[in-house]
Every structure is written in C-alpha cells, then in structure tokens.
C-alpha cells in the first residue's frame, strides 16, 4: 500500500506482536505494518523500509533495542521509536530516552495508550 505510513513492530514475543497489530488495527489509523523478531531483522527492515514510526522492544536476542536505537539514525534518521518494555523502571526509561528514543510504553500496555503513542508519532 504505497503512500500510507509504515510502522514497524520490533519484539522477540511473537504474542506481544499480534497484540499490538490488533491493538493498532482497531485504532482506524491507516497504517502499512511490518514486524521483525529481533533487532537484528528490525534494523535491517528499519534501512529497507524507512518506517514512520516504530515500537520497539528492549530486550530480545541478537541486537538489544538498545542496540538498535543507536543505529535507527544512521539507517533511517526520520523514524520515530517508541520503546516497550516490561522493564519500567527509571534508569531503563531515561537510557532509552538518551538514546533517542521519542517515547515509553510499559508491557503491560493498554490499547489506547498505544493508540495515543501511534497518533503522536505520526503527527511529530
């Protein structure tokens, strides 16, 4: 679906991505959506793809999130990364943060905090 805005589902959970692709599904925005099952993919989709937007895990296999949000800018600098973790602790949110990431969702999540990160993503 050319023209439409790609968003990018970066997490090792492959539970965790069919959730968020529901959740985003149901908010009505009009998205072309991609998943990767590690850091390793996401980058590589993230160069290929030049995604608008991406959720992004912290922790999984191959290139932590970490990782990943040190490369995003130099592969794909107008992405806009929001982390989820189930990891919320300070230190973690402030690392990720530092390390560009534009926003923190918890796991758990709830579906209109995703809808409210998506639609902030997309209007910045």
Excluded: N
């Amino acid at each position: 679906m050319p023209g439409l805005p790609t968003l990018l589902l970066v997490d090792d959970d492959s539970f965790v991505r069919r959730i968020l692709k529901d959740v985003i599904a149901d908010t009505g925005i009009d998205l072309r959506l991609l998943e990767a099952a590690d850091g390793e993919e996401g980058l590589a989709l993230a160069e290929k793809e030049q995604p608008a937007v991406m959720f992004l895990d912290l922790f999984m296999p191959k290139k932590s999130g970490l990782e990943v949000l040190g490369a995003i800018k130099t592969v794909s600098p107008e992405t806009r990364v929001l982390v989820i973790s189930s990891m919320d602790a300070e230190p973690v949110v402030e690392q990720a943060i530092a390390a560009g990431a534009m926003g923190f969702v918890g796991k758990p999540f709830h579906p209109l905090e995703i809808a409210a990160a998506v639609r902030q993503a997309l209007a910045s």
